[in-house]
């Protein structure tokens, strides 16, 4: 397994204008990781292209992963057009500067929306990615997030009715438990589609904790905590993982209340002291 870093761990530098995805590189660079995974939210083409690609090579990481920021579940076509398209653009994207994996979301409930309609349009959607993502040798990764794909047989059905080689799991680790479900259990569930993985852990709180994330039951609280210091059973995930000969990429995704660079920073040095190296041949 290697060790990634998300930039979303560290958005509020992206969204203040004071980072840019190079700068973001190289802060990566400079805590251990071993690549990045960028987002469409915060891509800007004409500049973050030979940035990126000069970063990457000054740096030696790799672009583990670009992920798309998509919603199918919306009422009207051209939204699920402008969702396609989102990640039509993170395929070219991860194509050009060498990853073999897009991060997708299927899209989350809204007001008027039934489950069974929203999960058409997510289906046709992923439907159309998928052929897309496999014509440029790309892989797309649903994660489990949110109402209408948050829990383990959600995503497996999504997976399943696409059918598509081009469409496997992104495994977070902690949105299940914003779910209402255990993350070992639900491995067990998606073990055989998972290629890429986000390492996030959540802690239970007091009820209305400043901070905090409700459950979709509304019957417990979660704080983000740095990955192996929470509920979400990380050391035991990546065991797994290893015990299913996982060679991928493990992104961490940090969620807390801790200053966002201090955070990752430990969320990577922690992870190191658990991931297993190479496996020594005697």
């Known amino acids: 397994m290697k060790i990634a870093v998300s930039v979303w761990s560290c958005h509020k530098y992206l ?12 802060y990566a660079a400079s805590i251990g990781a071993q690549g990045v995974e960028l987002l469409s939210i915060f891509w800007k083409p004409e500049t973050d292209v030979p940035e990126v690609r000069e970063a990457l090579a000054r740096t030696g990481l790799k672009l583990a992963c670009f992920g798309a920021c ?3 579940a919306r009422p009207s076509k051209e939204e699920r057009t402008a969702a396609l398209e989102d990640i039509k653009k993170s395929v070219d994207a991860a194509a050009l500067l060498g990853a073999r994996v897009v991060r997708v979301f299927a899209g989350d ?6 489950y069974e309609q929203g999960k ?11 052929a897309y993502a496999q014509s440029r040798e790309i892989i797309l990764c649903l994660e489990n997030h949110g109402v209408f794909a948050g829990r383990s047989e959600q995503v497996k059905e999504l997976i399943e009715q696409v059918d598509s080689p081009a469409l496997r799991s992104t495994f977070d680790m902690g949105n299940f ?14 073990g055989p589609f998972i290629s890429h993985v986000h390492a996030k852990d959540f802690k239970r709180a007091e009820d209305g904790a400043a901070g905090s994330y409700g459950t979709l039951s509304g019957k417990a609280s979660y704080l983000g905590v740095v990955p192996t210091e ?5 050391a035991d995930i990546v065991s797994r993982l290893d015990g299913i000969g996982y060679m991928g990429w493990m992104s961490v995704e940090y969620e807390g209340l801790e200053e966002q660079k201090a955070g990752t920073a430990r969320a990577v040095e922690r ?11 005697v």
Do not use: Y
């Open 109 to 114: 409930a809204k007001d008027g929306i039934a």
């Open 177 to 190: 438990l914003l779910v209402d479900q255990e993350p070992g259990p639900s491995f067990q569930e998606l």
């Open 120 to 130: 058409v349009w997510i289906v046709e959607g992923l439907l159309e990615a998928a």
């Open 271 to 281: 992870l190191h002291g658990i991931v297993p190296g190479p496996k020594k041949h």
């Open 230 to 234: 929470g509920d979400a059973g990380v």
């Open 70 to 72: 998509n919603d199918f």
């Open 15 to 26: 969204q203040d204008g004071s980072w840019s995805n190079a700068d973001f590189i190289d």
